[in-house]
């Protein structure tokens, strides 16, 4: 898990920072696909941690039960 959320951070940072210089170069169409490439990185991160405590809190729950 943890690999995987590095890397997708990674790509949405990545991303972010060339949608930044491509709109300051003038390419719109380009710096808009971009953006949405690190938006779309950054829910996939939200939701692979999300999902990892979910499933780590339930299988705490399931340990403290007598």
Do not use: E, I, N
Not at 6 to 18: E, I, M, P, R, T
Not at 24 to 34: I, P, S, V
Not at 39 to 65: D, E, I, M, N, T
Request: proline share 2%; hydrophobic share 65%.
């Amino acid at each position: 898990m943890t690999s995987a959320l590095l890397v997708l951070l990674g790509v949405a940072a990545l991303a972010a920072s060339l949608a930044l210089m491509v709109a300051a170069l003038g390419a719109t169409l380009l710096a808009d696909m971009l953006a949405v490439t690190a938006v779309l990185c950054g829910l996939a991160a939200f939701g692979l941690v999300s999902g990892y405590s979910w499933q780590h809190a339930r299988q705490l729950a399931k340990r403290s039960r007598p």
